[in-house]
């Protein structure tokens, strides 16, 4: 796969995406299976929409045991002329549906059963809800995946953990890659289907939860990467109200991040139809029936080099304008606490270093100013004013005109998660924050460095000349079960769940402190939450790490 993820990863959202496919690997090989009861359970949807089967699992610490309804279906098959649709409520159903495992995953070329027809492939709109008490009213959180816009299940996110605390927690499944993405903003293809179909899933927990003992009324929205992109589109969004969520959590991106919004989706649409082997793709009719027509496969195969995000101005007006005019009207006071990981963006240093090595024979040949121009035209400032403020800000003349990589691997750390991941937390913190300064915006750095990282995702990491440091989605290590935990990863893994689960059951992440004015005060997370007072200087975490020789492998050459 080397060649091909090198290929894709020319584009940010394809770098992004394969990154996120190599941790959901790791997170799926080291699942915590909890032993559960052989006994099934019940529940009636409201409506006559049917009843659901659900059986047992456990919690990590504790052993509690919860009841877990997997794949439960919220939307019909997004097939044939769905496909592409926004999608429409599931039929009601007569009899017993069971949801005693994880439902279809929405397609991806790597996880394709060879047996199963397009329309079952497709059928993939469902959820997962977990909950330990069926008549009680408990805060409701609800988990949108990331997966770079290409990737990502509800499979990839063990419950055990935040079921420690009695919160009811719903995982939906949305649309990836093409069959979710690809619009030419008409009618025909509207656009963030993906968003619609989380949406569709946000009014089945309004009318559903109450039967699985969870408070509609007490909503938080959480997601991560991608999914940071989605839930603070849906923030913004017109097609969304107080009555959906009531507080939210953005992890690692927004919808400011320069991946976060396809610039050209029309275009990329007659690419694709071209790519397709279909003629006149200039046509809206003879497009929308190529692309229609394909089968998954196909169209997987064609859009492998293709990276998909959200969009502006679709049809189903989930982002009739671009999210900073959006944000201009934006009413809604909902608590937001949103964040980044220490080296959020060492991934993308990693992915660079790996297409470089794949061009250029010697990097070392390279000066580190034009290593890092490199790293900046990725980002597509057209302008070059961060370009050279950046300059200014992480590096000295000297430097810039040197060869030492070694020397200016902090910056580098630096340039690439400010880019990627802390310039966009803070523009939608901070942006918030300016408009309703009554309501809460909490800002947290994750800087817990623990025995697990996300690396390299599943691919071997040990030929970079650097550690990964506090990686992209490691602060997930610590809500989800995916990895077995020792010793103070434990303990931290409990104080994440403390923090998120209080977020959502008061509004309050305990020991936190909201920003008091743009500029701070902000939360680092370790074993100990401290805060400091200055947001910005989270931008050059790295550079003014006294210890931050730890990033270097000095036994390779860099
Ligand atoms: C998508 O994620 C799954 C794990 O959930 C992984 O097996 C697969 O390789 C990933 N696909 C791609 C194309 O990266
Ligand atoms: C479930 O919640 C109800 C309502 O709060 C409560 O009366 C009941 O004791 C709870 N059941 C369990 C098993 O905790
Ligand atoms: C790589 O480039 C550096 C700097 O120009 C040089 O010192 C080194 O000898 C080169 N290494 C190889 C293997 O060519």
């Known amino acids: 796969m080397g060649r091909r993820v090198v290929y894709v990863m020319l584009t940010f959202c394809g770098l992004l995406a394969a990154g996120l496919a190599g941790w959901l690997i790791i997170s799926m090989n080291a699942t915590v299976e909890a032993a559960t009861p052989m006994s099934t359970v019940t529940v009636q949807l409201s409506g006559d929409q049917g009843t659901v089967r659900g059986n047992y699992g456990q919690t990590a610490w504790s052993g509690q045991s919860f009841m877990q309804f997997r794949g439960i279906p919220y939307a019909e098959a997004p097939v044939k002329s769905l496909r592409f649709q926004a999608p429409v409520d599931r039929l009601p159903w007569n009899g017993i549906h069971d949801a005693l495992d994880f439902g279809q995953r929405c397609p991806v070329i790597t996880n394709l059963n060879a047996q199963m027809s397009d329309d079952q492939l497709e059928d993939c709109l ?43 927690l719903v995982v939906p499944h949305y649309r990836v890659g093409a069959l979710g993405w690809l619009t030419t903003l008409s009618k025909d293809l509207p656009g963030n289907a993906p968003i619609a179909d989380i949406l569709l899933a946000l009014n089945w927990v309004q009318r559903h939860i109450q039967q699985f003992g969870g408070d509609p009324t007490q909503v938080t929205i959480f997601g991560q ?10 923030l913004l969004s017109p097609r969304t109200s107080e009555n959906h969520f009531q507080r939210a959590i953005v992890q690692s991106g ?30 809206e009719t003879e497009l929308l029936s190529c692309v229609q027509g394909a089968t998954v496969l196909q169209l997987l195969r064609a859009t492998q080099e293709e990276s998909f995000s959200p969009v502006v101005g679709d049809v189903l007006g989930i982002l009739p304008e671009h999210p900073q005019e959006l944000l201009n009207n934006y009413q809604r006071g909902v608590p937001i606490m949103t964040g980044f990981t220490q080296h959020d963006g060492s991934f993308v240093l990693a992915t660079y270093y790996d297409i470089l090595l794949s061009k250029v024979s010697n990097v070392s040949a390279l000066s580190v100013r034009q290593f890092t121009q490199g790293l900046m035209d990725m980002a597509k400032d057209t302008t070059g004013l961060s370009d050279h403020l950046l ?3 992480l590096y000295t003349p000297q430097l810039l005109n040197s060869h030492a990589h070694s020397d200016a691997l902090p910056a580098y750390f630096d340039l690439t998660t ?11 913190a901070t942006k918030l924050h300016t408009r309703q300064p009554t309501t809460p915006v909490y800002v947290y750095s994750f800087e817990y460095e623990g025995q697990n990282t996300r ?6 990491n040990s030929h970079y000349p650097f550690n990964g440091g506090v990686h992209h989605s490691n602060d997930n290590i610590y809500l989800f079960a995916t990895h077995p935990l020792q010793g103070e990863d434990t303990l931290m893994a409990h104080h994440m769940v403390d923090l998120w689960t209080s977020f959502a059951i008061t509004g309050v992440p305990s020991g936190l402190s909201p920003l008091s004015t743009a500029s701070g005060p902000y939360n680092s997370l370790g074993l100990q939450v401290t805060k400091s007072e200055n947001l910005l200087e989270t931008l050059t975490a790295t550079i003014d790490d006294p210890d931050n020789e730890r990033l270097q492998r000095h036994n390779l050459d860099f």
Not at 225 to 234: F, K, P, Q, R, Y
Not at 418 to 428: A, D, E, F, H
Not at 455 to 460: I, P, Q, S
Request: glycine share 8%.
């Open 254 to 283: 927004s919808i400011f991040a320069p991946w976060a919004i396809t610039k050209d989706p029309a275009e990329q649409a007659r690419r694709i139809c071209s790519q397709l082997g279909c003629q006149q793709c200039e046509q």
């Open 418 to 428: 400010t880019i990627y991941m802390k310039s966009p937390v803070i523009s939608l």
């Open 391 to 393: 300059y200014r800000l």
């Open 455 to 460: 690396f390299g995702y599943e691919l071997d």
């Open 225 to 234: 990467s991608a999914g940071a992109g989605v839930t603070s589109a849906l």
């Open 126 to 168: 469902n959820l997962c809800v977990y909950t330990k008490n069926l008549t009680a009213r408990q805060p409701v959180m609800f988990y949108v995946y990331g997966g770079g816009y290409y990737n990502g299940s509800s499979e990839d996110h063990p419950p055990n953990y935040l079921l420690e605390r009695n919160v009811v």
